[in-house]
């Protein structure tokens, strides 16, 4: 598994892939941020619409937007 985002990023859920993706006023995105260097699998990401933070999967997301830093 290829770990392609860092802290900051804007990533947005591949369709089909969460739970969140039926919520209305979502959008699927989600800011990248704490990564587990321990793990090739999982980060922890802020729902963009709620303020929520859990950890996620790399594979349910593909990369929006980089960081500016």
Partial sequence: MNRDFE???L???KKG???FREL???G???VVTQLLPASK???YG???STG???LWSYDQFYLLSRTAG
């Fill in 7 to 9: 802290l900051g990023d």
């Fill in 11 to 13: 990533v947005k859920f």
């Fill in 17 to 19: 892939s969460s739970p």
């Fill in 24 to 26: 209305e006023g979502t």
């Fill in 28 to 30: 699927g995105l989600v």
């Fill in 41 to 43: 699998k999982f980060f």
């Fill in 46 to 48: 802020r729902v963009c």
């Fill in 52 to 54: 929520d933070e859990h």
